[in-house]
């Protein structure tokens, strides 16, 4: 099996129980409050990371680069509103209805990667994103 599957598959397990765990946790928090406690444990976790791995001399070359820079700092802000409405909802929603509706992000990205980056997606892969949006919003609306 290909690294980046299993990357990918891992991701997919972790994310659904940032979910659960999300939910279970704002019981009694306000979303906004919790997301940023959610933040600063990622980003001290994250930095171990790469201090463990011996990489953090790295962090020099993205804070030379501008571009690079530029656009970590745009993902990072998208990665954050991206949070807080994640967490706004499932608060007062229902994690089976949301989190469905949270993966159309695939259908945006691959839509995006097309638009931005010319990618090609074969009639098979246009079906698939296809199905994703109708068993996203199946799920989430049935």
């Known amino acids: 099996m290909s690294a980046w599957l299993i990357y990918a598959l891992l991701s997919a397990v972790t ?3 940032v979910a659960i765990f999300g939910k279970i946790g704002l019981q009694h928090l306000d979303a906004n409050t919790a997301t940023a406690i959610r933040a600063v444990v990622m980003a001290v976790f994250l930095v171990g990371v790469v201090v463990v791995q011996g990489k953090l001399s790295l962090v020099s070359t993205v804070l030379a680069d501008k571009k690079a820079l530029l656009f970590v700092v745009l993902s990072g802000i998208a990665g954050a509103l991206s949070w807080l409405f994640y967490f706004m909802a499932i608060k007062s929603g229902n994690v089976s209805r949301v989190a469905p509706i949270d993966k159309l992000s695939v259908v945006f990205a691959v ?9 090609k997606v074969s009639l098979i ?3 698939g994103v296809a199905l994703i949006t109708a068993g996203a919003l199946m799920v989430a609306l049935g």
């Open 15 to 17: 994310a659904a129980l």
């Open 111 to 119: 839509i995006l990667a097309v638009i931005l980056f010319g990618e």
């Open 125 to 127: 892969a246009a079906v």
